[in-house]
């Protein structure tokens, strides 16, 4: 029996979601999607432990020598900015710009966009090569829609996920791309329909690289259906949610649930993700 009566809307009521997520990520696991990620120092190591545990294969690769050659061959790109420096940015650039004429899926984390000038100045410059999702916490999203930038806490969030709505859906209209802000509850809106994935424990923000890692899952998620990112992206926000709501039954503090997150997401059967998703109309 359906646990809502939202006839007239199957596809987006409560119900349709759990065989949505699970439909997204068996396919992750079928076609096990080719992901680059040129990311920061801290999150290389659990950002592609957890893409191959959900399925997917990682390859760091950051040089612009090797992007012309490479980036062709992948099926999405994540591109994050948490260790930028001068140096990397071209690199970036040019991954961003491949992908996008060659139609390819990408995910932009803004990570600590408020913090200086040249992180913003960074961050607008890859929102004009099209992303096709952006996640970031409340504090990345809200920084990055008003363009400010102002004292910031770093990489960590000095906002609740649910004070970025209206950011969130300025962002989506102004790009055109999915946004995604994650916390308590992961909201993700196209500018118009917000969702809010219910998934996921407090102690995953003692780890670092989860929210690193989170978007590189949904690259993943988006490389197997770039034509729904919104369900993509809410879908991968949830699996990974329920990876820490799982693996944090067998941990004793953050450095253990780090490891028993990635068991299971490794781990993951139909049956645990049709009764643990949660997402709604937010
Ligand atoms: N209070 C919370 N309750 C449940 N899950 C959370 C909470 N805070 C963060 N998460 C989860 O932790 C992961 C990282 O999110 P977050 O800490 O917001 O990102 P970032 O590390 O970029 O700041 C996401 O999967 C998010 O859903
Ligand atoms: C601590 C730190 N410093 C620069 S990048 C980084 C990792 C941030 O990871 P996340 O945004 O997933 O918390
Ligand atoms: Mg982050």
């Known amino acids: 029996m359906k646990p809502n009566s939202d006839e007239k809307e199957p596809e987006q009521s409560n119900w349709a979601w759990p065989r949505k997520t699970w439909s997204f990520l068996s396919e992750v696991r079928r076609r096990s999607p080719l992901i680059q990620c040129i990311t920061n120092f801290v999150s290389m190591d659990l950002m ?3 893409l191959l545990s959900a399925g997917a294969s990682p390859a760091m690769l950051h040089t612009s020598d090797e992007i012309p050659d490479f980036t062709p061959h992948i099926n999405a790109l994540c591109i994050n900015v948490g260790t930028l420096s001068s140096d990397w940015l071209p690199a970036m650039k040019l991954a961003a710009e491949t992908a996008s004429n060659l139609g390819k899926p990408w995910v932009l984390d803004p990570v600590a966009a408020g913090a200086s000038v040249f992180r913003m100045n960074a961050c607008l410059e890859l929102l004009k090569l099209k992303p096709t999702v952006i996640r970031g916490n409340g504090s990345e999203i809200m920084a990055l829609s008003k363009a400010s930038v102002e004292p910031t806490k770093g990489v960590d969030s000095t906002h609740e996920s649910t004070d970025a709505v209206e950011s969130a859906k300025a962002l989506a209209e102004a790009t055109g791309a999915v946004v995604a802000v994650s916390g308590a509850v992961d909201i993700v809106t196209d500018g ?6 219910h998934n996921g424990v407090a102690m995953m923000q003692k780890i670092t690289a989860t929210g690193c890692s989170v978007t590189a899952l ?12 919104l369900e993509a992206t809410a879908s991968a926000l949830s699996v990974f949610g329920i ?3 799982l693996g944090l039954r067998l941990a004793n503090g953050p450095a253990s649930l780090r490891m028993h997150l990635i068991d299971s997401l490794y781990g993951l059967d139909e049956a645990a993700v049709l009764s643990h998703v949660k997402i ?3």
């Open 218 to 229: 949904i690259a993943a998620f988006v490389a197997v259906d770039q034509n729904h990112a």
């Open 192 to 197: 118009k329909l917000v969702v809010g994935a």
């Open 48 to 50: 592609a432990n957890t």
């Open 243 to 245: 990876a820490g709501e």
């Open 280 to 282: 709604t109309r937010f």
